[in-house]
C-alpha cells in the first residue's frame, strides 16, 4: 500500500493511527445528545418524549435532577431507591451483568461526564502524569466514597421496613444527603444541576451574591472547579479518583469477559517503547499486568488509545 493510502495528511494527522479515536469520538457526542436528548429537541425541533423511559437508567454516571435529560445513572437510582426502604435487586444485577459483559466501555464511550473530561484535556497544554505513589493513594478515594454511601444509605433503608419512627429520625439527621446521595459527590451534578441554578441566581439579583450566599455554596462551586482545571493536566482526574460509579464498575470490571491482552511476542516492554502506558488516560501501568489479559483493577475504560497507539500491534482485545 502506498504512503499516501495509508495516512490522511491533514497536518501530520495520521488516519490509520486514529480511526478508534474518531469512532469513539462519534459516540460520545451522540451519546451525550441522546442522553440530554431535550438538547435534540431544542436542536432539531423534535418530540421526543417517547425516549423518556428508555434512557430512564443507564449505566453511567448522570444526575437524576438533569434538567436536560429525563434519566440519571444506575447508582444514583440504587441508592436513592435504598433510601426510600425498596432495594432494587434486579437493576443491581442488570448493572452487575453489564459491566460483566462490556466492562467499563460506558466510561469510555457513552458517560457525558467522562466525555465532558475527555474534551476539557483537548485544551493544549502538555499532560501530566500523577507521582506513582500519589495516583495509588487517591485511586483509594472513590472507594472510601462509596463505602460512606453503603455504610449511611443501606442502614436507612433497613430502617424504613423494621422501624419507621427511627427511619424518619435518621432521615432528617442525613438531610439532603438521604434525597441525593450520590448527588453530592457527583460532578455530573455541579455541571448539569449547580452550576446552572447559581448562574440563573445571579441573573435575578444581578451580582455574585449567590455565590457566597453561604461556605457551602462557595466551597462546591471551588471544589469543582478546581477537579475540572486539574482535568486539564491530569486527564479523566474525576473519573480516576472521585466518581463513585467508577468504584463500583471497578470492583465488577475487573472480572469482566470484555478485555485486553497484550502479545508477549510483539511487545517490547517499558524500556524500549512504553507507549501505552504514556497514552493512557487513567495511568494504568499496563506492562505490570498480565500478559493474558488486563483491566489494570477494573480501571481500564476500554477508550483503546493504548491499542491505538502501539506501534507493534502488541494489544488485542479479547472476549472471554
Known sequence: MSQSGRFLNLKNFKFSERITTIARRAVQIISFLFINYMIFEFIFQADLSA????????????????PLSEGAGTTEYIFYAISQGIFPLLIIAGFMLVILFTSRFFCGWICPIGTIQDAVSYIPVENKTMKLSTHKQLLKLKYLIAIVLIVLIVPLGISRTTDIGFYREFKEGLGAFSDKPVGFFSLSEYIFVFFPNLIVEMFDTGGIQPLFADFGTFFIFAFYIGIILISVWYPRFYCRYMCPFGAFAAVVGDYSLLKLSRSPVKCVGRAECGICERECPKQIRILDEPFEFFTGQGECNLCLKCKERCPYTAITVRFG
Open 51 to 66: 425516549l423518556e423511559g428508555f434512557v430512564k437508567i443507564l449505566p453511567i454516571l448522570n444526575s437524576a435532577r438533569n
